[in-house]
């Protein structure tokens, strides 16, 4: 497609469950981030990759979140135990390069409720 | 401890007049400034960006002045229109791919 593809839109999951969110870059794009923004607030990051590997993950709250990107393309943001604070709008965002200036395109997130 | 600060909520503009929207930071090291546009259930878009090195930017009806000495930038939309309503984020980053950081954003209204 022509811009970021994110699955499932919506995901209700209880608490205590793993749940996966993916992620479908724009095709040539190499650098990948995911987001999370909870409820009246901006996007707060948590992991960068540059390629395959995660260049910066400073902003995943715990060891409960995991993100993969095996071949520098689709990602997936992989969430253990979840819990109700979890709930949040998950935004994944790419871009064509790593300058400064190159411009993130963000798909249109998903939100996950965890009751 | 927010590193870029959003201090309006919302702001409610008439149909052809000036909107400004605006942002502080804290962090000198910010190099590179943008603003997104968000609508609710769609993700954030691009909408206009500043160089630590400029003071300002302008594409059509938006415009962003950034104040280095005052940490502070600014986003003008004239005119307004109906459909420029929606939530504005301020973001902020570092030199090199580094990721962004985020206002809480400002709500418009554009009322007609």
């Known amino acids: 497609g022509a811009g970021v593809s994110q699955t499932p839109s919506n995901k209700v999951t209880e608490k205590g469950k793993y749940v996966e969110l993916r992620c479908d870059p724009i095709?040539?794009?190499?650098?990948l981030y995911w987001y999370r923004q909870s409820l009246g607030q901006g996007p707060e990051f948590l992991i960068y990759?540059?390629?395959?590997?995660?260049?910066?993950d400073s902003g995943l709250p715990n060891d409960r979140f995991f993100a993969v990107r095996p071949e520098g393309s689709v990602s997936t943001l992989k969430i253990q135990r979840t819990e109700r604070g979890d709930s949040a709008v998950y935004l994944c965002?790419?871009?064509?390069?790593?300058?400064?200036?190159?411009?993130?395109?963000f798909g249109q997130g998903t939100r996950l409720t965890v009751v | 401890d927010q590193q870029v600060k959003q201090n309006s909520p919302s702001l409610s503009v008439q149909e052809g007049r000036i909107s400004i929207l605006n942002c502080d930071y804290t962090?000198?090291?910010?190099?590179?400034f943008l603003w997104y546009k968000k609508y609710p259930a769609e993700g954030p878009t691009f909408l206009i960006s500043?160089?630590?090195?400029?003071d300002k930017n302008e594409d059509g009806r938006f415009t962003v002045f950034l104040n280095k000495s005052a940490k502070h930038l600014s986003l003008h939309i004239v005119p307004s229109q109906p459909g420029d309503s929606a939530v504005y984020f301020c973001?902020?980053?570092?030199?090199?791919?580094?990721?962004?950081?985020f206002g809480k954003g400002t709500r418009l209204s554009v009322i007609a």
């Open positions: 965002a790419s871009s064509w390069d790593t300058s400064t200036y190159a411009e993130a395109f």
């Open positions: 095709s040539g794009h190499t650098a």
């Open positions: 990759f540059q390629g395959t590997g995660a260049a910066d």
């Open positions: 962090n000198s090291m910010f190099d590179y």
């Open positions: 500043i160089s630590s090195i400029k």
């Open positions: 973001a902020a980053r570092m030199s090199g791919n580094t990721p962004l950081v």
